[in-house]
């Protein structure tokens, strides 16, 4: 079992910034590639960005692509979503999700069923 917990959320006004953090404890070891995912009202839940547990390999949404980075500190078993120049439609929750493997393509990192396990959140809310 993997948990995972996520924070940093909060409001922010357009072109702002925010670091969201995902926190994961039990057997992390086993774990291959953290994901943030994101769902706004009334929508489905869309991947944000991931990275594998070694931190070589990453992957980022179209939508968000030179606008947020994803990281990881393997000392802390976290993993960061950095995200600049905030828009209005970048307001959501943001989960973070643990997955034991994934090939690495794109249909495979950008799908919700590729991860095992989920946090419970943070909300991030971009407005003026």
């Known amino acids: 079992q993997v948990q995972v917990v996520e924070s940093g959320g909060g409001l922010v006004q357009p072109g702002g910034s925010l670091r969201l953090s995902c926190v994961a404890s039990?057997?992390?070891?086993?774990?291959?590639?953290m994901g943030w995912f994101r769902q706004a009202p009334g929508k489905e839940r869309e991947f944000v960005a991931a990275i594998t547990w070694s931190g070589e390999l990453t992957y980022y949404a179209d939508s968000v692509k030179g606008r947020v980075t994803i990281s990881r500190d393997a000392a802390k078993n976290t993993v960061y979503l950095q995200m600049n120049s905030l828009k209005p439609e970048d307001t959501a929750v943001y989960y973070c999700?643990?997955?034991?493997?994934?090939?690495?393509?794109?249909?495979?990192?950008?799908?919700?069923?590729?991860?095992?396990?989920w946090g419970q959140g943070t909300q991030v809310t971009v407005s003026s």
């Open positions: 039990g057997r992390t070891f086993s774990t291959y590639a």
């Open positions: 999700g643990a997955a034991y493997y994934i090939a690495w393509r794109s249909s495979l990192i950008k799908s919700n069923n590729s991860y095992e396990y």
